[in-house]
């Protein structure tokens, strides 16, 4: 499915909703977080990829480093993002080639990379996080402040409840 045909996909939940006894509440609202999800995440890779010729995987590279005055190792990198080390690598790379970051060996061990917003990279994440913000509040512009509010809340008790349910199993 091509990111811009979102009109004619049918999602999860759609699905879910068509043979409604076949799942309970808890799964149909887990399909509804889904596919919202989903659609916002399709949403925002569209506008980096057209407006900024980038990638999602990018932009949330930069995000990270954008906290970071100092750089990141890339161990650090790929806790905070939950990927491999492995799948940074060509991502490194790429940025690296295109002057959004810098690669320095560590001083006190030479093992270990640090990678850092150069000021080029700073100046262009600014660019696309101001946008990106832009496109998060035209997707979500029907939901008022309280909407918004009591959302959140909710969220985060399914949070602490999925918290929960995990550590019960650890």
């Given at each position: 499915?091509a990111?811009?045909?979102?009109?004619?996909?049918?999602d999860?939940e759609?699905k879910?909703?068509?043979?409604?006894?076949d799942?309970?509440?808890?799964?149909r609202?887990?399909?509804?977080?889904?596919?919202c999800?989903?659609?916002?995440?399709a949403?925002?890779r569209r506008q980096?990829r057209?407006?900024?010729?980038?990638?999602?995987?990018?932009f949330d590279l930069?995000?990270?480093l954008?906290r970071?005055?100092?750089?990141?190792?890339?161990?650090e990198v790929?806790?905070r993002?939950m990927v491999?080390?492995?799948?940074?690598?060509a991502l490194?790379?790429?940025l690296v080639?295109?002057?959004?970051?810098s690669r320095t060996?560590?001083?006190?061990d030479?093992?270990?990379?640090i990678?850092?917003?150069?000021e080029?990279g700073?100046k262009?994440f600014?660019?696309?996080a101001?946008?990106?913000?832009?496109?998060?509040g035209?997707?979500f512009k029907?939901?008022s402040a309280?909407?918004r509010?009591v959302?959140?809340?909710e969220?985060?008790?399914l949070?602490?409840?999925?918290r929960?349910a995990l550590?019960?199993?650890?």
């Amino acid at each position: 499915m091509a990111e811009t045909d979102i009109q004619g996909w049918v999602d999860s939940e759609t699905k879910a909703v068509e043979a409604p006894a076949d799942h309970g509440d808890e799964t149909r609202l887990w399909l509804r977080l889904l596919t919202c999800t989903t659609l916002i995440e399709a949403e925002i890779r569209r506008q980096l990829r057209e407006e900024f010729d980038f990638t999602l995987p990018r932009f949330d590279l930069l995000a990270q480093l954008e906290r970071a005055e100092d750089g990141m190792v890339l161990g650090e990198v790929s806790r905070r993002m939950m990927v491999s080390a492995g799948n940074l690598t060509a991502l490194v790379e790429r940025l690296v080639e295109s002057g959004h970051i810098s690669r320095t060996t560590s001083p006190t061990d030479r093992r270990v990379q640090i990678i850092a917003l150069t000021e080029f990279g700073r100046k262009e994440f600014r660019k696309m996080a101001d946008r990106h913000g832009d496109w998060i509040g035209a997707l979500f512009k029907d939901l008022s402040a309280r909407d918004r509010d009591v959302l959140m809340k909710e969220l985060g008790k399914l949070k602490g409840s999925i918290r929960g349910a995990l550590a019960d199993d650890a």
